[in-house]
């Protein structure tokens, strides 16, 4: 037996232990079931501030990945087009320099026409130019090959062959030279055009780039005698000089060809940075395309976790309603206790009946 005493009136009557044990359980349930709604509303609460806070994650750490990769893009394309603009105009400058270089050689050249020696009448055309170049071989051409063609192995030969090289060993330009004296052919009297396919033929037989007639053929030709005439339209790469253009000519073509390398160069390594911005772009787009996937397999799975969460409030909603049943039955229960009474208590047990009513003898 357990003594229960009222809150009410402060009465103490005694109860059986299953009694007992009933309100004592109705006290724990109502408990529990306070906690279980103060921790569904916490666990509420957490759910969806960490939603709110995963979301605002992924889309700052996207965003900041394509604010990088667009900056890095703006920065390679603005290099990219400085370093063409860059050359572009080192291209033009220098060209700019050869042609008023060029025109300067030639009017220099056209002044001193009237000064050619007339020595050159004693002696042979070939001399003459061999005595020039070796003049100043060793200051401007000192890695320069300039000899006889003495090669007849397809029939024909030319005069002298020019070969000069850079300090890598690379050729840089090769001439075949063929000269032609007036004296030489006075009964005939030749004119320039004469020789002009066999030239071609010999520099095509020796692998030469250029091919340069020096003549005194025709003295009196307007033509020829004004400078360095160029036959391309008879023949690619070809010239017509006066004894006097020997050195100038190969001057002229040998700078022409340091500086058409140096513009190859400066072009391959523009060719080379757009080939280096193409394989950015490429590995951009392939960066892009993975990381495309992986975002949309963790897009994938974050709807996958999304899911389990909702089933599992589902599974709690359940688990809710069925306590708020609980709850419920509990509350009946409360209330038939409440409707408890002593005469209610006593009926059908006499033993219990005498007992209270000793309690009232005794008041």
């Known amino acids: 037996m357990r003594e229960i005493v009222c809150p009410h009136c402060t009465k103490i009557f005694n109860i059986d232990n299953s009694g007992y044990a009933a309100i004592l359980k109705q006290v724990r349930d109502s408990d ?48 990219r087009q400085l370093a063409f603009s860059e050359a572009k ?38 001399q003459h130019c061999e005595t020039e170049f070796n003049r100043i071989r060793a200051s401007a051409f000192p890695r320069a090959y300039f000899e006889k063609d003495n090669d007849v192995r397809t029939g024909s030969k030319g005069d002298y062959i020019f070969r000069d090289k850079d300090e890598a060993d690379n050729e840089i330009i090769s001439i075949m030279f063929e000269m032609k004296n007036e004296n030489d052919h006075t009964a005939t009297k030749k004119k320039n055009e004469d020789f002009l396919k066999e030239l071609d033929r010999d520099r095509n037989d020796k692998g030469c780039e250029y091919a340069v007639l020096v003549s005194l053929l025709e003295p009196e030709s307007e033509l ?3 400078g360095i005439i160029d036959v391309f339209y008879r023949y690619p790469k070809m010239y017509v000089i006066r004894p006097q253009f020997f050195i100038p000519i190969i001057t002229l073509l040998r700078n022409a060809a340091m500086n058409s390398l140096k513009y190859k160069s400066e072009l391959a390594l523009i060719k080379e940075q757009n080939i280096d911005v193409t394989n950015f772009e490429k590995e951009l787009d392939a960066f892009k395309a993975a990381f495309g996937k992986n975002y949309d397999l963790a897009s994938q799975r974050f709807q996958k976790a999304i899911d389990e969460i909702d089933k599992s409030i589902d599974h709690l909603q359940k688990t809710r309603d069925a306590l708020v049943g609980t709850d419920r039955n509990l509350r009946l229960a409360n209330d038939k206790a409440q409707d408890v009474s002593i005469k209610r208590l006593t009926r059908g047990n006499p033993t219990m009946a005498a007992k209270f009513a000793e309690l009232k003898t005794e008041k």
Not at 46 to 74: R, V
Request: no cysteine.
């Open 32 to 79: 529990f079931d306070k906690q279980i709604h103060e921790r569904l509303e916490i666990a509420e609460r957490e759910k969806s501030k960490e939603l709110e806070i995963a979301t605002m994650k992924i889309a700052a750490d996207k965003e900041s990945i394509i604010q990088e990769l667009k900056a890095k893009i703006e920065k390679d394309e603005i290099a």
């Open 89 to 126: 105009n080192n291209l033009k400058e220098q060209y700019d320099t050869q042609i008023r270089d060029r025109d300067l050689e030639i009017e220099r050249l056209r002044d001193h026409k009237a000064k050619l020696s007339t020595k050159m009448v004693g002696e042979t055309l070939e």
């Open 224 to 226: 020829y005698n004004t």
